[in-house]
Structure formats: structure tokens, C-alpha cells
């Protein structure tokens, strides 16, 4: 039998339930290799689609894999009944999220969008609002980080202008529209002069397991992780929906998760293609991914009940959020100028600079001439 080589990050998350997978269906053989989270971004696509069947990618990197022509659309090996299965089960953009240039380039296998992260008992009442945050911020120094690390300091921004009610790379010249940039950075702003310090850099993973020693007690914008709502209840993080700024229907958050792309060396056997959807059905999905620690992709498995026990209600108590998350461009360089544009924000609110001058730079982290803006997604 052919063994089928494929590539995930390196997290329970994102191994656990594969290989569990893998074991169980006796049809096929795959071996799955795991790679640290940052190893995606130093790693060029193109180089890693030539050594793997198989690849576990991130939406914002669509585009670029694409135009270096190393993955192959689903339509080449996927029926219309199976592509409107994936586009009719999974939870809120997750699918649409793979979509570029009228194709789809991932079959979405874990969802996940940011979130409020809470140590439960360490608050008087968890935050609705993002003046709720502001003010737990300021009554309680140190009890509030933000998640600032790598993209997430640009991402918090636009979880903050999405609530706010402004729309996402729709000016040809900015971001998003002044107004709401500047009242969400200076939300940010207010937030990080209470926050410890030393929380800055830290990748959502870090910042949980702080949160999961009790260092401090609330992140209102993180990447939701299962694994920390599931944990013993010593170390438990509880994970609610993101708060608002007004309107408890504008709880603007980023759409996450992962997908899984066939290479373009991958031919992928009727005994593959069966293997990857049986994954992604809500039975699978419900019960073996749940169990082996994952975050699936089925909109109906996160309303699961036996799902939501085994998590303290993880899935039930971010659905809304997740649901309409937002969906960032994939246009090839978004990435390069997200990671570009987030550290003018984080260097912004360290150096604790004028919150027009942190909004003028992080625009011309974006090329210049409105390719973020108007960039195939």
C-alpha cells in the first residue's frame, strides 16, 4: 500500500485527531510529519508542497500557494455533491475561506475564530463591552493582556474595528476608515497601560498556558483553543464570546482554523479522497476529533451536547462569535504585510506613541496603490 505523506503544525490540536484518524481507517496509510507553527512562515509553500502529499494550511496562505501553482483545486478530484456538503456543513465562512479565484483549495477540517478568554473566578463579572475591558483593565491592573505577538496586534485591531461596525479593506487608501481605526486603537492603547509587559511578544498558545498559571485572567481577543477549556480545573481557561462595542450583534472577530490542500505531486486515490471526507462528516467529527482534542469543522458538531460536556462548553459558548467570524485576505504578500502592519501596532503601543502616527503607519505596511484592498480574495 502507497503511504500518503502530509504535513500539520506541531499541537495536540493539530496532530492529535490526524493521526488518530489515520490509525482508525484501515484504507489507506498516511504518515503525518508535524512542524512548528512558525516553520509555516520559514518555510516557503512551494518547497513544502514538493516533499508532501498533504498539506494542513492556514486561509491568509491560499493565495500565495496558488500562484506558485503548488496545490490542487478540489474541484479537480471533488464531486459537486461533496464540495456542497463542505460548503453546506462547516461553521460560518469556514469554507468560503479557501475560495480564491472561483475555486476552493482546502477541505476545512478545524475551525476556530478569536475569542474571550477568561480565568472565570479571577474576575468580578466577565466583560460584555469593550469599555467592560477598559474598565477591568483599569480597576484591576495586570488581570488584562492583550494577544500582540506576531499578526495578532493587526488582528486585535480588526477585531475591534469589525465590533465597531467599520468594514475591512473597503477604501482604496486605507485599512479601514479613520474613525474607527483610531477609536480602536486608542481601546488598545488604554488596555496595554495596565497590562504586564512581558506578555507582549507571546503567540496565543503562550499567552494560554500564562493564563492557564493564573499570570493574569483575561485576553478579550484571542484564537480560541479547545485544549485549555478541556483541561483539569485547576488549569482550566474558560472561552466565552468576544464583547461588543454597543451593538451585541457586531462582535467582530477573525476567522482562523486550518484546511487540509492536496499538492500538486498528490494524485489522490478514490480510497484518499474517501478517507479525507469521512474526516470531515459530522460523525467523525463530533466524536473522534472531539475526543482527540480537536476543533472541528462541522457547524453541528460544536452545538453537540456529549461535545460541549466534554469541553465545559467550549463549543456552544463561541459559536455566535465563530459563526461570523471575518475572513482576511489571501491575495500572494498579504501575510508578509499583516506580520509588517502588526508590529507598527505593537511598536506603537510599547514606545506608547500618538495613536495617529500608529495609524498612519500600519496603512503603509499595506503596498502603496490599494493592493490590500482590492487584492483577489
Known amino acids: 500500500m502507497k503511504v500518503i505523506t502530509g504535513l500539520t503544525w506541531d499541537h495536540p490540536r493539530g496532530t492529535l485527531p490526524l493521526k488518530a484518524w489515520a490509525k482508525e481507517d484501515e484504507r489507506i496509510s498516511i504518515e503525518w510529519s508535524v512542524q512548528k507553527l512558525e516553520g509555516f512562515e520559514s518555510h516557503p509553500i512551494d518547497e513544502l508542497a514538493a516533499r508532501y502529499d498533504l498539506l494542513v494550511v492556514d486561509n491568509p496562505g491560499i493565495g500565495e500557494a496558488v500562484e506558485k501553482g503548488c496545490i490542487r483545486a478540489l474541484?479537480?478530484?471533488?464531486?459537486?455533491?461533496?464540495?456542497?456538503?463542505?460548503?453546506?456543513?462547516?461553521?460560518?465562512?469556514?469554507?468560503?475561506?479557501?475560495?480564491?479565484?472561483?475555486?476552493?483549495?482546502?477541505?476545512?477540517?478545524?475551525?476556530?475564530?478569536?475569542?474571550?478568554?477568561?480565568?472565570e473566578h479571577a474576575v468580578p463579572r466577565i466583560p460584555d463591552t469593550w469599555d467592560d475591558v477598559m474598565h477591568l483593565a483599569s480597576s484591576a491592573p495586570g488581570s488584562v493582556a492583550l494577544s500582540l505577538g506576531g499578526p495578532h496586534a493587526l488582528l486585535t485591531f480588526y477585531s475591534i474595528c469589525l465590533s465597531l461596525g467599520a468594514k475591512l479593506f473597503s477604501a482604496p487608501?486605507?485599512?479601514?476608515?479613520?474613525?474607527?481605526?483610531?477609536?480602536?486603537?486608542?481601546?488598545?492603547?488604554?488596555?496595554?497601560?495596565?497590562?504586564?509587559?512581558q506578555l507582549t511578544d507571546l503567540n496565543p498558545i503562550a499567552l494560554l498556558n500564562?493564563?492557564?498559571?493564573?499570570?493574569?485572567?483575561?485576553?478579550?481577543?484571542?484564537?480560541?483553543?479547545?485544549?485549555?477549556?478541556?483541561?483539569?480545573?485547576?488549569?482550566?481557561?474558560?472561552?466565552?464570546?468576544?464583547?461588543?462595542?454597543?451593538?451585541?450583534?457586531?462582535?467582530?472577530?477573525?476567522?482562523?482554523?486550518?484546511g487540509i490542500a492536496l499538492s500538486t505531486n498528490c494524485d489522490p486515490s478514490p480510497e484518499l479522497i474517501a478517507h479525507l471526507m469521512d474526516y470531515v462528516s459530522e460523525s467523525?467529527?463530533?466524536?473522534?476529533?472531539?475526543?482527540?482534542?480537536?476543533?472541528?469543522s462541522n457547524s453541528n458538531a460544536w452545538l453537540d451536547t456529549e461535545?460541549?460536556?466534554?469541553?465545559?462548553?467550549?463549543?456552544?459558548?463561541?459559536?455566535?462569535?465563530?459563526?461570523?467570524?471575518?475572513?482576511?485576505?489571501?491575495?500572494?504578500?498579504?501575510?508578509?504585510?499583516?506580520?509588517?502592519?502588526?508590529?507598527?501596532?505593537?511598536?506603537?503601543?510599547?514606545?506608547?506613541r500618538d495613536i495617529r502616527n500608529i495609524y498612519a503607519e500600519l496603512n503603509n505596511a499595506f503596498t502603496p496603490g490599494g493592493t490590500a484592498k482590492h487584492g483577489t480574495r
Open 75 to 119: 474541484e479537480n478530484f471533488l464531486s459537486p455533491g461533496e464540495l456542497a456538503f463542505l460548503q453546506g456543513s462547516t461553521i460560518g465562512n469556514s469554507y468560503s475561506s479557501y475560495q480564491y479565484k472561483g475555486k476552493t483549495w482546502a477541505i476545512p477540517i478545524d475551525a476556530a475564530s478569536q475569542v474571550c478568554a477568561v480565568v
Open 307 to 352: 461535545a460541549n460536556v466534554l469541553t465545559h462548553g467550549f463549543f456552544r459558548n463561541t459559536f455566535g462569535t465563530v459563526s461570523s467570524a471575518f475572513v482576511r485576505p489571501k491575495y500572494a504578500g498579504y501575510i508578509d504585510q499583516q506580520n509588517a502592519a502588526s508590529a507598527k501596532i505593537r511598536e506603537g503601543l510599547i514606545g506608547r
Open 284 to 296: 467523525v467529527q463530533r466524536s473522534l476529533v472531539v475526543t482527540s482534542g480537536g476543533q472541528p
Open 210 to 258: 500564562e493564563m492557564s498559571q493564573r499570570t493574569f485572567a483575561l485576553c478579550p481577543a484571542i484564537f480560541g483553543y479547545v485544549n485549555y477549556s478541556s483541561a483539569v480545573a485547576a488549569q482550566r481557561v474558560s472561552f466565552v464570546d468576544i464583547a461588543h462595542a454597543g451593538d451585541p450583534e457586531l462582535r467582530g472577530a477573525v476567522l482562523g482554523g486550518t
Open 173 to 197: 487608501d486605507s485599512v479601514v476608515e479613520p474613525g474607527a481605526g483610531l477609536e480602536a486603537l486608542n481601546i488598545m492603547q488604554t488596555v496595554y497601560g495596565h497590562q504586564n509587559r
